[in-house]
Each structure stands twice: as structure tokens, then as C-alpha cells.
């Protein structure tokens, strides 16, 4: 099992974004090259993809606050 992470996108400790847009469904099959989501930090964007290749199960929905580092999903 792999973990998905919020990415670390400040150096303001607990700083907070959001998960805006899931591409993907809990049970999709995933690559590292599948982009997953798009979250946001304040004015900066970011495009998350997984680092191992599986069945994704999100753990946050679309829209949620977190902190940076949060796991936002897991791959097994």
C-alpha cells in the first residue's frame, strides 16, 4: 500500500489547501504517469500523481481543507 500526499507546497508550517478536482474514481486503476488531482495552496497549483501503480481509494473529497502532507489517498 501506498500512500497519497497532500503536497508540500509552503514552507509556512500547517499550512492549508484544497483538494479541488479528483480525475480519477475510488477502484480506478492507476500508474505513476495517471494524473489523479489537482489541489491548490493559496495563489499555487498543483497536479498530484501517485508513486506506485494500482487501485486507488480516496480518502478526502473534493473540495476538503488539509494540511499539507494530509493523505489525501491510498494505491494497493
Given at each position: 500500500m501506498s500512500d497519497v500526499r497532500f503536497p508540500e507546497m509552503s514552507a509556512t508550517p500547517g499550512a492549508t489547501g484544497v483538494v479541488v478536482?479528483?480525475?480519477?474514481?475510488?477502484?480506478?486503476?492507476?500508474?505513476?504517469?495517471?494524473?489523479?488531482?489537482?489541489?491548490?495552496?493559496?495563489k499555487v497549483?498543483?497536479?498530484?500523481?501517485?508513486?506506485?501503480?494500482?487501485?486507488?481509494?480516496?480518502?478526502?473529497?473534493?473540495?476538503?481543507?488539509v494540511a499539507q502532507g494530509t493523505v489525501i489517498a491510498q494505491v494497493t
Open positions: 478536482t479528483w480525475f480519477v474514481d475510488s477502484g480506478d486503476e492507476v500508474t505513476p504517469t495517471t494524473l489523479i488531482a489537482e489541489v491548490a495552496m493559496d497549483d498543483a497536479e498530484v500523481y501517485p508513486e506506485t501503480s494500482g487501485t486507488i481509494s480516496m480518502m478526502i473529497e473534493e473540495g476538503t481543507v
